[in-house]
């Protein structure tokens, strides 16, 4: 149902680079990008990620209550997103564990504030 969803950044070269080495983990790499807009994915495959300076001009600012989720193939890969992306920057929102049974999942906010996380159901 999802096609793809997008995060607004206020440095785009900075943002790219957090990106980029999470898309890399999980096996893909940028699909489409120019001075205002990368995404992240692959044409065909499931939703992906996109970065944009705001079409308005504005600061971007961080949507409260909005999260955007990345689904990996093992707890191991979850526990690697997670500690990658603090690595490259991220804020703790919640270390890597089971948050009921079958799901495991790790939380954190990139360079701009955008709440993700990493998970795994089963």
Same mark, same amino acid.
């Given at each position: 149902? @999802? ?7 206020? %440095?785009?070269?900075? #943002? ?17 990008? =120019? ?11 499931? #939703? ?56 495991? #999942? ?5 360079? %701009?504030?955008?709440?993700? =996380?990493?998970? @795994?159901?089963?």
């Amino acid at each position: 149902m @999802i096609g793809y969803v997008t995060l607004g950044t206020n %440095d785009l070269a900075r #943002a790219a680079k957090f990106y980029d080495a999470i898309a890399a983990e999980l096996g893909t790499k940028r699909m489409m990008d =120019n001075d205002t807009f990368i995404a992240w994915g692959e044409p065909g495959g499931g #939703a992906g990620v996109g970065l944009t300076k705001p079409f308005d001009g504005k600061a971007a600012t961080v949507g409260n209550g909005v999260m955007v989720a990345f689904e990996c193939k093992s707890r191991e890969q979850v526990d690697k997103v997670y500690h990658l992306a603090r690595s490259l920057g991220a804020a703790d929102e919640g270390a890597p564990g089971e948050r009921f049974p079958g799901f495991y #999942a790790g939380y954190f906010r990139d360079p %701009d504030g955008n709440k993700l =996380n990493a998970f @795994i159901m089963g």
